[in-house]
C-alpha cells in the first residue's frame, strides 16, 4: 500500500513509534520523548495513517507491536538514526571539526580491534565516532549504500565493489576455564571434544563450517554442543565450565575474560578478516590513519598472526590470492 499522505517525512510520530516499541506504553512514550500522552497517540495514529498499516495492537492500556510494526521499527530507526546524525555532522562542520568516522563491524571486530585502533589515534580522532555492529552481509550492505566510511569483518566475503586495505590471517584458539581440567594444557587436540562440551558460533556458512571441516577431518563428533551467535558467549561458557570453547583469536585476545585461559589447538583451524572500503571510495587522512591503526591492533593484540597491507606488492598478492580461496 503505498504512503497516504508526507506526515511520515515528520520525524516526531517516528520518534514517538521508537519510544512505544522501546517502553511498551503510549503513556511511557510521552514521558520519554517530552509530550502529552494525547499528543503521543495522535503521533501513533497520524504514523499508522500515513504508513497505511497498524501498527500496535491494543487492548485498553496495554499495546503490543503488529507484524508490520516489527518490521517497520528496524526502517524507522535506521531513518530516525540518520537524521541524528546529520544534525550532529552539520553542528560538527558549523564548528569547523572533522564530522565523523562511521564503522561498520561485526560484533568480533567492534568488541576486539575497534577501540584499541581508535586509542592509537585518539588526538586525530574527528568529534563523532558511530560504530555500528552487524552481521558481515549487512557490513557489506553499509559500505556499498555509503552508511559507512569502513568495514571490518571475517571472511568469506564478497568482494565486488570492495576494496581491500589490511587482510590478517591467523587460526581458531580453545578457550578453558582456567581453574578447569584443562586449564594447565599449552595445546589442546581435537579429540578431548569426544568427552566435553563444545561451545562455539552456529552460523554454518561462515567460522563454524570451517570448524565442522576440521572436526570431520579430524573424524571428531563433539560429544555435545553449546551453540549461539556470539563468540563471546561461547567463551562465557568456558569460563562457567559448561565446557571447551573454540573461537576466533579475535574474540579470544582481543576481549579477554577474566577466569579463562587462552590455549592453542593441535589443529589448525584458519581464521581470516580485513578492512575495507567500498571501491573507489577517497581515503580521508581520518580514514588513513585508522587503516595504519588497525594494522598495528592485529599485530599487537593477536599473537602471530600474519598482516597483509594493500599497499605492498606482497600484500596485495596475498590478499588477492585470499579472495579466491
Not at 521508537?18 to 495514529?45: D, E, N, W
Not at 585518539?122 to 552508511?147: G, K
Not at 586449564?183 to 587436540?189: C, F, K, P, S
Amino acid at each position: 500500500m503505498s504512503i497516504s499522505n508526507e506526515k511520515i517525512l515528520d520525524l516526531k510520530p517516528l520518534e514517538v513509534f521508537l519510544a512505544v516499541m522501546s517502553c511498551g506504553s503510549i503513556t511511557g512514550a510521552a514521558r520519554m520523548v517530552g509530550c502529552s500522552q494525547p499528543a503521543a497517540t495522535r503521533h501513533v495514529r497520524d504514523l499508522e495513517a500515513a504508513v497505511g498499516f497498524q501498527l500496535f495492537h491494543r487492548n485498553g492500556p496495554r499495546i503490543s507491536a503488529t507484524e508490520r510494526g516489527m518490521r517497520f521499527h528496524e526502517e524507522a530507526s535506521r531513518i530516525v538514526s540518520g537524521m541524528q546524525q546529520i544534525r550532529s555532522r552539520a553542528n560538527a562542520i558549523r564548528d569547523g571539526l572533522e564530522p565523523s568516522l562511521d564503522i561498520a563491524a561485526t560484533p568480533t571486530m567492534a568488541g576486539g580491534l575497534v577501540g584499541a585502533a581508535l586509542a592509537r589515534i585518539n588526538a586525530d580522532l574527528p568529534y563523532i565516532i558511530d560504530t555500528q555492529t552487524q552481521n558481515a552481509e549487512h557490513v557489506v550492505r553499509s559500505l556499498i549504500m555509503r552508511t559507512a566510511h569502513v568495514g571490518l569483518s571475517a571472511f568469506p566475503l564478497d568482494y565486488a565493489g570492495l576494496d581491500m586495505h589490511v587482510v590478517c590471517e591467523s587460526e581458531c584458539v580453545a578457550v578453558v576455564a582456567a581453574d578447569g581440567p584443562f586449564g594447565a594444557h599449552d595445546v589442546l587436540e581435537l579429540e578431548v571434544l569426544k568427552s566435553v562440551r563444545m561451545a562455539t558460533v552456529a552460523n554454518i556458512y561462515r567460522l563454524r563450517n570451517v570448524i565442522d571441516e576440521a572436526l570431520a577431518a579430524a573424524h571428531v563428533v563433539p560429544v555435545a554442543e553449546y551453540s549461539t551467535n556470539s563468540s563471546l558467549n561461547a567463551v562465557m561458557a568456558a569460563r562457567s565450565g559448561l565446557g571447551v570453547s573454540i573461537v576466533d583469536p579475535v574474540t579470544a585476545y582481543g576481549i579477554p575474560v577474566e577466569g579463562t585461559r587462552i590455549v592453542r589447538l593441535a589443529t589448525r583451524i584458519p581464521y581470516v578478516w580485513g578492512l575495507f572500503t567500498t571501491s573507489g571510495r577517497i581515503v580521508t587522512p581520518v580514514i588513513a590513519e585508522f587503516i595504519d591503526a588497525f594494522e598495528a591492533v592485529c599485530r599487537d593484540i593477536v599473537p602471530g598472526s600474519a598482516v597483509h597491507v594493500a599497499r605492498t606488492a606482497a600484500g596485495a598478492k596475498r590478499i588477492s590470492d585470499l579472495s579466491r580461496e
